[in-house]
């Protein structure tokens, strides 16, 4: 795929590297029963809400919560620096960690099962997939999920798109939990020494995905943390627990402590991060 074809896609992929926050001497509640909660420790507050990062049309306007932790808070913090994704530079950067620079390709790395899966499914979707071929597995599947949820009416402006522009015209600081090399780093390593599983689980994921994403979009709006967890969460530590180490519990871990900080600054702080990150035992609520 030219490269400037690839650029189009890494914004979106950085945004659905996720789908889908609680500290110690604190309070939290759930605010109108949605993903948005208000964690307290003595005097001081901070908003904590679980975000989905690709949205339709019609899931606008957001539940009023979000709306109302905006509106009270003075600074927002999300995953990355989200403004960061349109430089050219950090584009060209992204495209050589996410690609084999090494002459390996998708047909070498895969077993025979895997790679056969694969073929059918880029057949059957009209996808070239020698354009593909020197994609490491996460920027791959990260690719062709942003490409079925573009066939479910899904565009990357989801909740933190939405926030990071609203905060940018209304002048309000802005700050990020990780860094975005921190990102790359992760994408260019999801499904590395089980490339094929990742592989095989990802298709047999996207069958189910049409049917999934009411229910999905639905549980997030209504707050519901169990069906969130049982039904899009609990099943990458089942399938893929060392993806669920990854994306989910180190990066919790790592972020917690600055969380945490929060409580000493002046103001409110308003945290957005992908709802998954809020859910089950290694969630931040947790």
């Known amino acids: 795929m030219a490269a400037d074809r690839l650029y ?11 789908l889908f926050m609680g500290v110690a001497l604190c309070s939290a509640a759930s605010i109108a029963q949605t993903s948005v909660w208000k964690v307290s420790k003595g005097n001081s507050q901070i908003y904590l809400a679980g975000t989905i990062h690709l949205l339709r049309e019609q899931d606008y306007p957001l539940p009023d919560a979000f709306e109302q932790a905006f509106e009270d808070s003075q600074r927002l913090f999300f995953e990355t620096d989200i403004g960061a994704m349109s430089d050219i530079g950090l584009q ?40 593909l071929q020197t994609f490491k597995p996460g920027l791959l599947i990260s ?10 009416g899904f565009t990357p402006q ?18 990020e939990l990780e860094s975005i090399d921190q ?44 069906l969130l967890y049982s039904e899009f969460v609990a099943p990458m ?9 990854r994306i989910l519990v180190a990066r919790n871990n790592d972020w917690l402590p600055a969380i945490e900080a ?16 809020l859910v089950g035992d290694h969630g931040l609520i947790s």
């Open 183 to 226: 990102q790359i780093s992760m994408l260019a390593r999801m499904g590395e020494g089980y490339e094929s599983d990742f592989v095989l689980y990802s298709i047999r994921d996207f069958a189910e995905l049409g049917e999934e994403i009411e229910s999905m979009v639905q549980a997030w709006r209504d707050g519901n943390t169990d």
């Open 8 to 18: 189009k896609f890494f914004r979106r992929v950085l945004l659905r590297c996720i």
């Open 158 to 175: 989801g909740v933190d798109a939405y926030f990071f522009s609203k905060a940018l015209g209304e002048g309000k600081s802005r700050g």
């Open 237 to 245: 530590l089942t399938e893929t627990p060392d993806l669920y180490e």
């Open 143 to 152: 690719t062709l999920s942003v490409m079925e949820f573009q066939k479910l």
């Open 262 to 277: 929060m409580f000493d600054a002046d103001g409110t702080e308003f945290v957005l991060v992908g709802v998954a990150h």
């Open 92 to 131: 060209q950067r992204m495209l050589q960690q996410l690609t084999y620079q090494d002459g390996r390709t998708l047909s070498a790395v895969l077993s025979e099962e895997a790679y056969s899966a694969l073929s059918e499914y880029a057949a059957g979707s009209g996808i070239p997939l020698g354009m």
